[in-house]
């Protein structure tokens, strides 16, 4: 069964850093590409970031460029999101995602992990 | 950026009944790269519909994705218990990369 499990999440003040990481399993980690998808409170799926299968290529949403690095490590089959000088406005569960079927699409996910940045 | 825009905000229809689920994009989108999600309460999103019009594995079939250029439509043929959730419209270009529509709620009546 293809597995994603996100951890790192919790309580973080405004401008400092936290690390989520993604346990994939179920299916050869290294073959796909990989995204982080957000969702604040109450609100909409808005997505953050990619890297392709051997870390080489990245992307990233402009609200976070700059900020958040992804990086992947194939040998754990993880993948992890370095979140930095975070904003209030960067509360929100985050969910990873593998590449789905066809294009452009994100299946399946995570349960995700809610990253709440407050004083 | 190309905006995906959902409507109606919410639908309210009883178990049986047929749904209609638009998506209007600001831009032209491929087909190939249009795609609906399911979300319950506290889950997360499940991929329904990939290439406007396939069926991800496992989605039965009175999910059906139709449309294309700026018009997209999710229909469920006869709603069950279970269907009652949010859904999402999604796209991919290369400038943009991935966009979500804001949501449509779908609940009983």
């Known amino acids: 069964e293809v597995q994603l499990v996100e951890s790192g999440g919790g309580l973080v003040q405004p401008g400092g850093s936290v690390r989520l990481s993604c346990e994939a399993s179920?299916?050869?980690?290294?073959?796909?590409?990989m995204h982080w998808v957000r969702q604040a409170p109450g609100k909409g799926l808005v997505w953050v970031s990619r890297i392709n299968s051997d870390g080489s290529i990245t992307s990233y949403a402009d609200s976070v460029k700059g900020r958040f690095t992804i990086s992947r490590d194939n040998a754990k089959n993880t993948l992890y999101l370095q979140m930095n000088s975070l904003r209030a406005e960067d509360t929100a569960v985050y969910y990873c995602a593998r590449k789905g079927p066809g294009s452009g699409t994100f299946d399946p996910w995570g349960q995700g992990t809610l990253v709440t940045v407050s004083s | 950026e190309i905006v995906l825009t959902q409507s109606p905000g919410t639908l309210s229809l009883s178990p049986g009944e047929r749904a209609t689920l638009s998506c209007r994009a600001s831009?032209?989108?491929?087909?190939?790269?249009l795609a609906w999600y399911q979300q319950k309460p506290g889950q997360a999103p499940r991929l329904l519909i990939y290439?406007?019009?396939s069926r991800a594995t496992g989605i039965p079939d009175r999910f059906s994705g139709s449309g294309s250029g700026t018009d997209f439509t999710l229909t469920i043929s006869r709603l069950e218990p279970e269907d009652f959730a949010v859904y999402y419209c999604?796209?991919?270009?290369?400038?943009?990369?991935?966009?979500f529509g804001q949501g449509t709620k779908l609940e009983i009546k």
């Open positions: 999604q796209q991919f270009d290369s400038s943009s990369l991935y966009t």
């Open positions: 831009q032209s989108v491929s087909g190939s790269y």
């Open positions: 290439g406007a019009s």
């Open positions: 179920g299916f050869t980690f290294s073959s796909y590409w």
